[in-house]
């Protein structure tokens, strides 16, 4: 922005403020109430009187109400409202800047020199987009392993692990039919090495940007405002606006999902109810401590996120509570969350956060422990072979065709989504996989959306591909792929390959990407090729 005047991106993100600010009536006009909502929404202790000089300025008509064409004229023809929006999404990219920075310089370099590479520009990026693209650099780096490839399904089935004979194997859950929802969760209460990918967390960002502080003057303050100085209950409502529940779908979930951020809003520290032992894991955007319940003695994962993204850790709330009883193969979220602030946390929690940005409080969700790590874990390792492989796909597709059953879209599944349950008590030592677990529901669609459906089908047919040949999901940018490609890559893969199943799955994956087959459909082909390696 520069004179006043605003570029297509800038205008896009004020239309969007103001439809969401005139959702409630839809009549085209923000009222002083609807204005004055969207001013809190950034900083819950604007002033109302502050609030009504800005109204009658932008009001040139005199109508009673700002439409669109005024909100954007007032805006930037006035230096004070100016810096205002200027500041709007400062607190959303001061955590991505500070989290960027904390970050090694030859990463940052990597990525933007991939960025320019691509023809893109790194300094028209937001710190945002910066940040992700060097998340991106730095998960490629951890996916290349020498062993990985030479040691895919395609050209080596052997693995020092097991599988749990089918045969022996529980029933499967039906996939077609929706099931009763889980009761309301506001009524409830809540060995080995753990492998370096263990709980990963929810990666979207802040939803919501904030507005400058007011001064005590009808005039603008130029203050810097920050998240920082937010307590918890401030940063609750910043941090999960009306249209961040809007993934719920019909008003009963909503009408859960609002009790939740309610909630929220004075939920207490889990150091009540939690030994924290040890950090275990560190995600893309939250921490994992090993811990122990002190009423129960078992041990337990505690996720924490920043409270910026709250609205993943209430997805993975609400799958989580929708799916228990449903399905056996997620990995479950306590139904009682709790919120520690960083300035009273634990040394063992604090020295994790100390480039953890300027956000104070973390939302600390309780999970089942899985220490055995996830399907991308055993394919960076070389140990997947193709009886494990499609014993966890066919468990994941199930889960999928449950979800879709019961109007739930996962849109994230991948590799290190997908969670290994294990034996390894039996006689000989050996570890053996008994399931596999969807994890990460920070993404998840709530309603029937078939759009929704198709992205998890298209994910679990890239995810096919880079377990069965091993290259790396985020490293050789899967997802972006053309699908025609990765067919075509595939069956030169397994050209040589003496396993019928495996020469199968070109034309297999084929279909899958193609758009042919349902969630279900994918299940039952899943099924039958892992019962081709059934003893």
Known sequence: MADGKADAAQIERLRLAFRSADAGSNDGKLSFEEFYTLLKR???????????????????????????????????????????????????????????????????????KAVKERGEDWRKMTWKERLEEVKEIEKGKREGTDVREQAAPVFDPSSTVKVIPRKADRPRPETTSPKSPAKDPLNSTMSRTIRSSSQQESVSGPSTTPVASPSSSSKLSNKKFTIADMNQEELVNYSLQEDDLSFAGDPQSKAQCREFKKYLLTAGSPLD?????????????????????????????????????????????????????????????????????RSSAPAVIQNELANAGPVNYFLCMIQELMPWGTLEDLAKEGELSPEIMFKCLEDVATTLAVMHANKIQHRDVKPENI???????????????????LCDFGSAQIGNDSNSCWDDIRRFGVTLFSVATGEGWTKNRLIRAKHDELVSRLTTAVADSSDPTMKRLPKVLEQIL??????????????????AYDD
Not at 325 to 334: A, L, Q, R
Not at 514 to 531: R, Y
Request: proline share 2%.
């Open 419 to 437: 969670m290994l349950q294990m034996d390894d008590e039996n006689d000989d030592g050996q570890e053996t996989v008994t399931s596999a677990k």
């Open 514 to 531: 193609g758009g042919s087959m349902k969630m279900a459909d994918v299940a039952k082909v899943m099924a039958e090729m892992a019962d």
């Open 42 to 112: 950034g900083n819950p202790k604007f002033q109302e009187e502050q609030a009504e000089v800005l109204f009658e300025n932008c009001d040139q008509d005199l109508s009673g109400g700002i439409d669109f064409d005024e909100f954007v004229e007032y805006i930037f023809n006035n230096a004070d409202m100016v810096n205002v929006f200027k500041l709007e999404t400062t607190a959303e990219e001061e955590d991505c800047k500070t989290t960027l920075m904390s970050m090694p310089g030859p990463i940052r370099a990597a990525a933007s």
């Open 273 to 341: 109810a939690l030994e924290i032992e040890r950090f275990i894991a560190k995600g893309t955007a939250g921490w994992v401590f090993l811990c122990t319940d002190k009423t129960s003695g078992k041990k337990c994962a505690m996720k924490m996120i920043r409270m910026t993204q709250a609205r993943s850790g209430i997805k993975e709330w609400f799958c989580s509570k929708a799916l228990r009883g449903i399905s056996e193969d997620v990995v479950f979220t306590s139904e009682k969350v709790h919120v520690v602030s």
